[in-house]
């Protein structure tokens, strides 16, 4: 399968059902495709020849940390430049600063606020 070149697509790794539904409803809802992925292995496996606008990804994940899931989207030719969000619970002082050093684009913290979301990633999303 050929790379899809900047789908309309968002990618969501999320490991907690009641999260991922909630997100993939505000996407949605705003107009956005969205694929889910519960681990950071089956995302990977789907980014090795798909795409998307801009994917989503929890941090403490079961299996794949996401800082590796990041890691690994970094080693991808349409990886490079792709914004990675970092959308977790993890709010630690320090936690974003660091988030942002391994190399994700930004972090927005949970609980998101769904009447905001849409506007914190829409600066992110390929067009």
């Known amino acids: ?14 490991d907690i059902g009641s999260i991922t539904k909630l997100l993939s409803i505000i996407l949605r809802k705003a107009g956005y ?5 519960e681990t950071g292995e ?3 496996e789907w ?3 798909n795409e998307p606008s801009l994917v989503l990804c929890d941090i403490m994940l079961p299996g794949m940390h996401g800082e590796e899931v990041l890691s690994f989207i970094r ?12 959308v977790t619970a993890l709010a630690n002082p320090g936690d974003r600063e660091r988030l942002l050093k391994h190399g994700f684009t930004d972090h927005i913290p949970k609980p998101i606020n769904p009447g905001t979301f849409i506007s914190q990633i829409q600066q992110y999303i390929a067009s």
Not at 1 to 14: D, F, L, Q, W, Y
């Open 1 to 14: 399968m050929s790379a899809n070149r900047r789908s309309s697509t968002i990618v969501v790794i999320e």
């Open 33 to 37: 495709e969205v694929e889910t992925f």
């Open 42 to 44: 089956a995302a990977c």
């Open 75 to 86: 080693t991808l030719p349409h990886g490079k430049d792709l914004n990675v969000l970092a």
């Open 47 to 49: 980014l090795k020849d």
